[in-house]
């Protein structure tokens, strides 16, 4: 037994670490923040979205490469690729509600991990020049503590060792929770909410953009357009989970 499982053993018996989404208790030292339960029902996505725009699709669907699925066919998306790791449910949903809305900045790592064991990266590395956060509008980065998206960025900038330009795609507007409105009115909502402050920074890249959920990908999309207008060449959007099929979606709020 190492020294760090003594300490494990030793802290357990003072201060007992329970499952973040299930509450079981946390015995064994290697389970720091989730069972290993709950582990094993994490809905990965493992092949079955639309690499064009993420949405997910059954075994019989039809999709090209270039061009999309139906969805990305009948909605104009301005991010050229999707890549995201699981569903927005079970454990995952817990990890990202709590990370964001409760304060508890340290379930980073939980969910840090979770992108790691899907080994997507290698994939992705001839595609990007830099790496850019979705931005939070400074009141709500202010009242948070942090940017969700920004910490995820500085997490897979080990496997790039590309820049994360934060700061130059910004957030003018603090718009409403996309979720709560209706389809017309969210792409009033969201047009026209970001800015780019010195577009020489993004003229000619190969943009990977940030973000944790992706709902309805409008957010993205207006991103993805500023960026474009501002000369990038290709954005592909890296998102933890997708929510697509989920519609409790009320607390999402960027
Ligand atoms: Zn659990
Ligand atoms: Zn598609």
Redesign the pocket.
Known sequence: MTITRYLHTFLDIFYPRY??????SLNNSCEMY??????KKISYIIDTHCSRCGTILGPYTIKNKETGCLVCKSKHFYFDKVTCITHYDG?VKTLIYKFKYAGQKFLFNALYDIINTQNKFNGLVSDIDIIVPVPLHWMKELRRGFNQSEILSYGIQKHFLKPVIKNNLRRIRNTKAQTLLTKGQRKINIKNAFSVKSPELFKGKNVLLVDDVLTTGMTASECSRKLKESGAKFIHLFVIATAEYNHDLNFLDG
Do not use: A, P
Not at 19 to 24: D, E, S
Not at 34 to 39: A, S, V
């Open positions: 499952c973040v989404h299930c509450k079981c989730i069972c290993e339960d709950c582990k454990v």
